[in-house]
């Protein structure tokens, strides 16, 4: 195989270092969709050029027919063996902790459905800890809702819930549980992508803290809101979505300071390491089905 087959399992670091460039005050939500979608493309890229690697045991089965249909041949310089065992087993990693990613994150939906039944939209828990988290649907004729626990509606007056509801109510709107799925799987399949996982859930989290102040018209009181919801909640549920959740820190300074910024460098530098991704798999590929058409009878 020739050196692109190599590239793509290197490129997500070039993904990574895509997100330095992002202006803090980009618009969370297309961000988010495009890292979310960009980590999943170049896993799935990164997870094929690891099946093509593997796939070269196979050349180590020679017969003297193919020695001599392939003499003259310009072929690409073999794969060795061990390689090619190590990425097998590299790929059957990231394949089964995707897997078992989706399945915890279907369990812990699962779970937060069996905590009662919601009415109009939220159910109140009678848990002392503060919390509120965005409960998607489970499946078909089952909509999503809000669960918040009595522990939070004692600690929040009536404006700072209104701002805590919005923050929740948006996560369900903008199916941001789909957003944060598809880039933590890509995570789990290639794990040179956590950092991008990890970004596209800050960056929900900023884009319904945005649509939260725009609905009660106070920044400021979104920030206080959020922040006091994360100074007296404990570690938020994996796989949930809340307004005490990813970064806090960063998230207040946004709403509070608000600036302005073009992510055009960050979705440049993004679509080229994609692009690019897709390319180095499609020459691996195309270099792939040479050889095995040459061999073939």
């Known amino acids: ?108 939906v699962a779970d937060l459905h069996a905590a009662g039944t919601p009415h109009d939209g939220l159910l109140v828990a009678d848990w002392d800890e503060p919390h509120a988290v965005a409960v998607p649907a489970a499946g078909p004729g089952r909509g999503g809702h809000v669960l918040v626990t009595s522990g939070l509606l004692r600690l929040l007056d009536g404006t700072e819930w209104a701002a805590v509801a919005a923050h929740e109510h948006a996560h369900l709107r903008r199916h941001h549980h789909r957003t944060v799925t598809l880039a933590a799987t890509a995570a789990a399949v290639n794990p040179l992508l956590r950092p991008v996982a990890d970004a596209v859930v800050l960056l929900v989290e900023r884009s319904a803290d945005e ?55 960050a979705t440049t530098l993004a679509a080229v390491v994609v692009l690019g991704s897709a390319a180095a798999g499609g020459a691996a590929l195309a270099d792939f089905i040479r050889v095995v058409l040459i061999w073939l009878p």
Request: proline fraction near 9%.
């Open 1 to 108: 195989m020739s050196f692109p087959v190599y590239l793509p399992l290197l490129l997500p670091v070039l993904l990574t270092l895509t997100l330095k460039v992002l202006p803090p005050a980009a618009r969370p939500e297309p961000a988010a969709r495009l890292f979310a979608a960009c980590a999943a493309l170049t896993a799935a890229v990164s997870a094929g050029c690891l099946a093509l690697l593997a796939l070269t045991v196979l050349d180590d089965l020679p017969a003297a027919d193919v020695r001599e249909r392939t003499a003259g041949y310009p072929l690409p310089e073999p794969v060795p063996g061990i390689v090619a065992v190590l990425a097998g087993l590299l790929l059957a990693a990231g394949l089964w902790r995707g897997l078992a990613h989706l399945r915890r994150q279907r369990s812990t």
């Open 211 to 265: 649509d939260a102040a725009a609905v009660v018209g106070d920044r400021g009181l979104v920030a206080r809101s959020i922040a006091k919801v994360a100074v007296a909640g404990g570690p938020r549920t994996a796989g949930t979505l809340g307004a005490g959740g990813s970064n806090v820190v960063r998230r207040v300074a946004a709403l509070t300071r608000p600036s302005g910024g073009r992510p055009w460098a």
